[in-house]
């Protein structure tokens, strides 16, 4: 056991030193360097070059760690510098195509061979308590020491290390303390580059390097690095060194089979763990709502009319119709046979453009799916004599069944995590099907042995085969144009973008996730019961990470977020190898540059950007869309100065609300209690509450103290979505605007609320006459709001002040009971000022009640009831405008300064 344990230190060490080099890096950029295996790879196979040319092996090392950290802060500078500000997706995409171009380019400079070093500092084991130490452990331990040590001078010793910290701490911001934040990270990438040839250079004596050793052991440096939250150097050490401990007792205690999925499923745990420690929001809940506004009623249009945008994807759907029946007499049998496998990995594809292009989640785990139904298939014809259709039945429901536990698990992660988790999991379910040969058949894999039939008619050749795959794509593809084109599709677009805006909107982000990634593990789930029956065998690696990336490279090229992109880029990426060997063996670099040139250069990819063209040509031809009415001049009507007549409830109550921050109390003990038909602002200089206040009100924040009430119902522990559905909307005071939907769209996301089509009612049912009602409540909020003539435009183009007025709209366009504004003003100038005045009075008019957070003090003066002050996060006054206009205290504050 003794030597076990020692084991698993030394793995636990290779752990650690490429966890530091994730730590430093993610630490000062904020970027999970999905390329620090590479490093380690790098520096092994660099020193082993050298001393292969003769060079003494502390030469060769002391080389190697340099190249490495010149060729990191290259890359730096080349690639990851160019991916700062983009979504986490993309820079996970840039980091995996980075990982394989040099995984690539390292096969073809040092071959597919195993290499190892002379051990760096030659000498006889030592018996410790047991167990044999050899040497090149205790350098490996040592290097391990030192490299902590000098990272810790670097970091708190000097002037560099002031750099990295006030860059890790303000990000962007340091540059304007005169810190030079791309030279700052640029040295963090190199010193990452560099630990990670340190680990490769100190651990290959011990352990056989090769071009693919890299991605593993990028995930292990990952594992690593989360105990620590990816900012801690003692975290990534004592994670690294715990997991490879870990890692020895299961091989000892229990089956060495089970090492690598077990210690993936700890990544995935300790990441959940961490997600809900530094998540701190409230959890969402199912509430209907006792009164629920309803749509307008409006004529559904013509089925000519609603024919009319949907023709080109008509078109396209019967082209894969036709593909599927003729193309089995215009192929030769092989060619067939590729294209139904490319038929697979399409639908795979566009279940994952569901998740990642209208949900902004990058699975890099879902042909783990497609195996999972695809084993399900033989193994359940195998255990349990069932027919073909029984066969698929648990395949699908299984694979659906095992995505829902997952999603629930996994779904509660973001961004990097969220990827970072889904691999995990695609690497462990390889290793297990791998290491266990009597249950599952190892990697030898098991046959098939059903044939499949649909109504009586069996699928029983090629020919068969083909036609079923790509008519399988066109419901594949039918499903994925419904989903998108419902209610629920603007609910993904929204999520997608941004989270807290669709939580405004009635949108429940976490239930939305969960659907589409079920949904998507559904599509895969069809397309592994045809690749089960296409090849009539089922290995590992259509389990793993590899087997799937064509499809997430395909979708990159063909373009996520479009539906088609995955029909148009996987046949691309799929027939690359048909090209010949000498293409084969350049496969790798090929996928890694590709990736790393979409991600930079094409982010739309190919369909994205036939989409784009298309829209300029149709602009030039059909000229600027017309103007509907001239939106200053728009009249609206406003109510008497007389207020209405006073309920004896309010509409919103909130009583000793508390919220802190650390050792900072942003509120404390505030009152707030609005009644229908009535403004209540809430004012106080900069840093009072405020809109920490508000939040709290809408449910972004939880409280620590206190209670809120929205009419009868206590919304205390209720998340923002779950308050927006009960009829609390919100206004952002920075305008959360997603800049690919029109003006008209983000309107009609706010009346989500009043539909009622979730994802499968609509797949199942006619969703016109709601998205008509829809759009027709979001066309009616603009029209209030005087932006009615931008309704085609995209909502990135608009002004400042006409994207706070879009804020508005969305907000009034789901009839709340309760508005929430926070600094509407903001942006606007002279009439636009008083037109929001005007919304805001007609708004309370219809007995809607309002909390305003402004600082335009004319336009609080003149449309609230009762204003209450804030200062420190306490109410310091409040009452009648006339009442603050008067409060010595209010004067001292805020409005006699």
Not at 314 to 334: E, I, K, N, R, T
Not at 676 to 700: D, E, F, W, Y
Request: charged share 15%; with cysteine; glycine share 12%.
């Amino acid at each position: 056991m003794t030597q076990a344990l020692l084991g698993g230190l030394v793995s636990g060490a290779i752990y650690a030193l490429l966890g530091l080099g994730i730590v430093l890096v993610f630490g000062v950029a904020r970027f999970v360097n999905l390329a620090q295996g590479e490093f380690y790879v790098y520096g092994a196979l660099l020193a082993t070059t050298l001393v292969a040319a003769g060079l003494p092996v502390w030469v060769a090392a002391l080389l190697a760690v340099a190249g490495v950290a010149v060729l990191a802060a290259v890359l730096e500078r080349l690639v990851f510098s160019r991916l700062a500000d983009a979504p986490h997706a993309s820079q996970l995409l840039g980091g995996i195509g980075v990982a394989l171009a040099m995984a690539g380019a390292a096969r073809l400079i040092w071959g597919t061979d195993e290499r190892s070093l002379p051990e760096l500092v030659p000498g006889p084991p030592l018996e410790l308590l047991g167990a044999r130490v050899g040497t090149q452990m205790l350098v490996l331990f040592a290097a391990l020491a030192l490299l902590c040590l000098a990272l810790w001078l670097l970091l708190h010793r000097s002037l560099l290390g002031v750099a990295m910290r006030a860059v890790a701490a303000l990000s962007g911001r340091a540059g304007i303390l005169g810190v030079p934040v791309r030279g700052v990270t640029t040295v963090a990438f190199a010193v990452a580059g560099a630990a990670g040839a340190v680990a490769g250079v100190v651990v290959t004596p011990l352990v056989f390097v090769s071009y693919q050793s890299g991605l593993l052991l990028t995930v292990f440096g990952f594992i690593a690095a989360a105990f620590g939250g990816l900012r801690s150097i003692r975290g990534a050490v004592a994670g690294g060194l715990l997991l490879g401990v870990l890692e020895a007792m299961t091989a000892y205690f229990l089956d060495s089979a089970l090492r690598t999925p077990i210690a993936l499923s700890l990544l995935v745990v300790v990441l959940v763990y961490r997600a809900r420690r530094e998540g701190g929001g409230l959890r969402t809940r199912r509430v209907r709502s006792p009164e629920r506004a309803a749509l307008p009623d409006v004529a559904v249009p013509s089925l000519l009319v609603r024919l009319r945008p949907r023709r080109a994807a008509g078109v396209g759907v019967a082209l894969v119709v036709v593909f599927a029946l003729a193309g089995p007499a215009l192929l030769p049998p092989y060619w067939v046979s590729v294209w139904s496998f490319i038929g697979v990995f399409v639908i795979v594809g566009i279940g994952l453009d569901l998740l990642l292009g209208y949900t902004g989640q990058l699975s890099l785990g879902q042909t783990t799916f497609t195996g999972v139904s695809a084993y399900l298939v033989a193994l359940s014809a195998q255990w349990w004599d069932v027919g073909a259709g029984v066969a698929v039945l648990v395949a699908i429901g299984g694979t659906a069944l095992l995505a829902l536990l997952l999603g629930a698990l996994v779904l509660r992660l973001r961004g990097y995590y969220f990827t970072l988790a889904t691999l995990a999991i695609a690497i462990a379910a390889e290793a297990l099907v791998n290491g266990l040969p009597g249950l599952l058949g190892g990697p030898s894999g098991v046959g098939v042995s059903t044939t499949l039939s649909l109504f009586g008619f069996e699928l029983d050749t090629q020919d068969r085969l083909f036609a079923a795959t790509w008519i399988a794509v066109a419901l594949s593809l039918v499903v994925a144009l419904r989903m998108v084109r419902s209610r629920f599709g603007l609910g993904m677009r929204a999520v997608g973008h941004d989270e807290q805006l669709a939580a405004a909107a009635a949108v429940a982000p976490f239930r939305v996730r969960l659907a589409v990634f079920v949904a998507s593990s559904v599509l895969a789930a069809v397309a592994g019961v045809l690749y089960a029956h296409i090849l009539l065998f089922v290995s590992p690696p259509v389990l793993g990470f590899t087997a799937g990336f064509d499809s997430v490279v395909g979708l990159l090229l063909g373009g996520f977020g479009t539906v088609w992109g995955a029909l148009v880029g996987i046949p691309i990426v799929r027939l690359l190898p048909e090209l010949g060997e000498d293409v084969a063996r350049y496969q790798l670099l090929i996928y890694g540059l590709a990736v790393v040139a979409l991600v930079l250069a094409m982010r739309g990819g190919v369909v994205g950007g036939v989409q784009a063209l298309a829209g300029r040509v149709a602009t030039r031809i059909s000229g600027p869309a017309p103007v509907a009415m001239a939106a200053a001049e728009q009249a609206v009507d406003v109510v008497p100065d007389a207020p209405a007549p006073e309920p004896d409830r309010p509409a919103l109550r909130a009583e000793a609300l508390n919220r802190r921050f650390g050792g900072l109390v942003a509120v404390d003990g505030v009152d707030i209690a609005v009644r229908p038909g009535r403004i209540v602002g809430l004012i106080g200089p900069n840093g009072a509450g405020k809109s920490t206040c508000l939040s709290l009100l809408a449910g972004s924040l939880a409280a620590d103290a206190g209670t809120v009430a929205l009419g009868d119902v206590d919304v205390t522990q209720l998340p923002a979505d779950v308050r927006a559905r009960l009829g609390m909307t919100r206004t952002f005071q920075l305008p959360r605007l997603p800049a690919d939907l029109t003006v008209l769209e983000v309107a009609t996301l706010g009346a989500y609320r009043l539909g009622r089509t979730g994802a499968l009612r609509g797949l199942l049912t006619p969703t016109a006459a709601e998205r008509a009602g829809m759009s027709r409540a979001g066309r009616d909020a603009l029209e209030l709001t005087g932006i009615a003539h931008l309704a085609d435009s995209p909502a990135g183009t608009l002004s400042t002040g006409q994207q706070k007025m879009l804020e508005l709209a969305r907000a009034l366009a789901g009839r709340p009971r309760v508005l929430l504004a926070d600094e509407p003003a903001g942006g606007l100038y002279g009439d636009e000022v008083a037109r929001l005045g005007a919304v805001l009075r007609q708004v309370a008019a219809w007995g809607v009640a309002v909390v305003l957070v402004e600082h335009e003090m004319e336009l609080v003066m003149d449309v609230c009831d009762e204003i209450v002050v804030l200062s420190q996060g306490r109410v310091i006054g409040s009452g009648t405008p006339a009442d603050v206009r008067s409060n010595q205290e209010v004067l001292d504050a805020y409005l006699g300064v």
